[in-house]
């Protein structure tokens, strides 16, 4: 059987959180953005109205992806800074814990 040898890389979880927020900022920015076109559009009876709240509905769905994203990349950035900090106290006792 391989194993891999895999070492955690905090300063690439930074930067994929950093993008993954970046990301998640876009998404939200054209989700308001396509809302508003929808709401200013001239369309009017039952079917313009279906239509507006049935965007407004997958905005609200994206705009709470949008928010988890964002959670996953902190948790991202909070995972490198728990590695550092354990290679910090390794250092400093000298490789004992």
């Known amino acids: 059987m391989t194993y891999l040898n895999l ?3 905090p300063s690439g979880y930074r930067e994929a959180a950093t993008v993954l927020r970046r990301q998640a900022e876009d998404l939200a920015y054209y989700a308001q953005r396509i809302d508003r076109t929808v709401e200013s559009t001239a ?7 279906a239509f507006r709240a049935e965007m407004a509905d997958q905005r609200t769905v994206v ?3 949008c928010g988890e994203l964002h959670s996953y990349a902190n948790s991202m950035a909070q995972a490198a800074a728990a ?13 004992l814990l």
């Open 63 to 65: 705009l709470h992806l």
């Open 83 to 95: 590695y550092e900090a354990e290679l910090a106290e390794i250092a400093a006792t000298g490789g």
């Open 43 to 49: 369309f009017e009876g039952p079917a313009a109205e």
């Open 7 to 9: 070492v955690p890389d």
